[in-house]
């Protein structure tokens, strides 16, 4: 039977579920049955754990029989969700309720059950039936990664990225101390140092003569496992917490308290600023962190599961690179995915580090043809960087450049022209670094042709390289070289008749 497909799941209970009844599942010209227990129905397929395993069935080249058949006028979705509870509770309620007002259904609170932490219901409005139950049960990472993988959930909120995971939303890590006190910033390499163990007095960080209070996530959260990630090994914590809001109170009350926690969920504790190795200030705003740039960015992601979803479900999925859906991370306290655009005005602080640098490899010439080329110019957060070594882009500028070729190809940028500015770290000679910058810059402009081949050669950016005369960050650190390596995408009037820009080579 052509309409019955293997799918990848488990008959297993969720909280709150339904107890599962029999049904039978009979061919239309009735030469095939399957019988089993049904585990959902989406107004499309029904799906069943039966003899052979779990089946996934069209629903149109079957009749169901049993006490489980579903009401195929309407059908009903249930939307578990589950994972990472840091802003699960803001964040997913409104993306919901912007959802279900994008597609004229109503948004309902709904009681919550034991382990769930937030439910709501969609319903038609013209007659108040539930076209979906939603709900959210926070859980460790490796609970709810088996629970997507059992079919007892629809989605996993994560900052763990997978195959097929949607990004939803962009937060920044940042140090948070007591509002009182006085250190007024903590380097990268500082940071690092408290967070190992190593350095144990606030005056290690600059700060006054009193130990530090580590605190942290437990090291089997999410934000724990992140954080580890980017450290490579758990921070060593005096004082551990089960969430951000709980760790944010308790950083406030204690006077010598460090920790690191998302900016979204700083609550009453303070901001610490944080510079690199030379000073140079990194601070987590929205287009920094979007074009990596800041580099304790944090991004969440959806997993879906390795089967079919719920129509509505799958629309949910669609509806998060709406503008609609960026305006609801945006009021949530996060930062959303669309493209941000500040003028290079706004980059002052670059320029004069750059300026201060200058010597035998940037010229004042130099410096002269970059300051040319950033007049009257904008920057877009789209920024990409590369595979360690290698001229591959890495995963996060691979989908900015899928995100700009369609930007072009849907007309975004009339009368305007894009340029690709490459740079490159300090180190090595000042010829080759600008070379290896208009290099990698080409290939940017090379892998946008090969992905959008039917852009025209007027429509692809033009390309610049400088080397090291814009650095993001001090060289003498691992990360303040990536930062300074990057090909970023600057926007410019351009006011060239269509016909002699087509023409151009």
């Known amino acids: 039977m052509n309409c019955l497909r293997a799918a990848v799941f488990a008959a297993l209970a969720f909280s709150g579920m339904a107890a599962a009844q029999d049904v039978t599942l009979l061919s239309r010209e009735g030469s095939v049955e399957v019988s089993g227990i049904l585990l959902g129905f989406d107004g499309e397929f029904y799906r069943i754990d039966s003899s052979y395993g779990p089946l996934t069935v069209d629903a149109q ?6 006490p489980a058949c579903p009401d195929l006028t309407a059908p009903k979705a249930v939307i578990r969700m589950t994972g990472a509870p840091e802003g699960a509770a803001v964040l997913l309620p ?18 919550v059950g034991q382990g769930v932490v937030w439910a709501a219901t969609l319903l038609d409005p013209q007659d108040g039936r539930v076209l979906a139950e939603l709900s959210f049960a926070p859980a460790e990472p490796d609970l709810a990664d088996a629970a997507l993988a059992a ?79 980017r450290l490579g090994a758990p921070v060593q914590a005096d ?66 599961p390795p089967r079919r979803l719920p129509l509505l479900a799958r629309e949910f999925l669609e509806f998060l690179a709406t503008p609609a859906a960026d305006a609801s991370v945006a009021g949530a306290g996060y930062i959303d995915r669309s493209v941000e655009r500040a003028p290079m005005t706004q980059d002052g602080l670059r320029l004069l580090k750059a300026i201060q640098g200058a010597g035998e490899d940037v010229t004042l010439a130099d410096l002269k043809r970059l300051a040319g080329v950033m007049d009257g110019a904008d920057r877009l957060s ?6 360690e070594g290698t001229s591959v882009l890495d995963a996060s500028s691979q989908e900015n450049l899928a995100q700009l070729a369609r930007l072009i190809a849907s007309g975004r940028f009339p ?45 692809l950016p033009v390309v610049e390289g400088f080397g090291e005369a814009l650095p993001m960050a001090c060289d003498e650190t691992a990360i303040g070289r990536r930062l300074n390596r ?4 600057w926007i410019v009037p351009d006011f060239t008749p269509e016909g002699e820009a087509d023409a151009s080579p």
């Not at 437990?218 to 580890?228: E, I, N, R, V, W």
């Not at 990057?486 to 995408?489: G, H």
Request: glycine share 8%.
């Open 486 to 489: 990057r090909v970023e995408l």
């Open 239 to 304: 004082v551990t917490h089960p969430d951000m809001a709980t760790l944010a109170e308790a950083v406030a009350r204690d006077p010598w308290a460090l920790a690191i926690t998302g900016q979204a969920q700083i609550g009453p504790a303070v901001l610490l600023p944080l510079t690199d190795s030379c000073g140079f200030p990194l601070l987590p705003r929205s287009i920094s962190v979007k074009s990596e740039d800041y580099p304790l960015a944090l991004p969440l992601f959806l997993h879906p």
């Open 61 to 66: 080249g079957v009749i169901c029989e049993g």
């Open 94 to 111: 409104g993306l919901w309720q912007a959802f279900a007002a994008a597609r004229g259904l109503d948004f309902r609170p709904a009681e």
């Open 415 to 459: 009368a305007q022209k894009l340029i690709l500015a490459g740079f490159s770290d300090g180190n090595g000679e000042a010829a080759a670094n600008l070379a290896l910058a208009t290099g990698r810059a080409e290939r940017v402009r090379q892998d946008l042709a090969a992905l959008a081949p039917d852009l025209t050669m007027a429509q």
């Open 382 to 387: 789209l920024t990409f960087r590369f595979e």
């Open 151 to 229: 079919g007892t959930a629809e989605f996993v909120l994560s900052s763990r990225k997978a195959d097929n995971a949607r990004p939803v939303a962009l937060d920044a890590l940042v140090p948070v101390m007591s509002p009182g006190n006085p250190t007024p910033r903590v380097s990268t390499v500082d940071l690092a140092r408290a967070l190992s163990g190593e350095a144990k007095n606030w005056a290690d960080l600059g700060g006054p003569d009193m130990p530090v209070v580590l605190h942290a996530l437990a090291p089997g959260t999410d934000m724990g496992l992140a954080l580890t990630e």
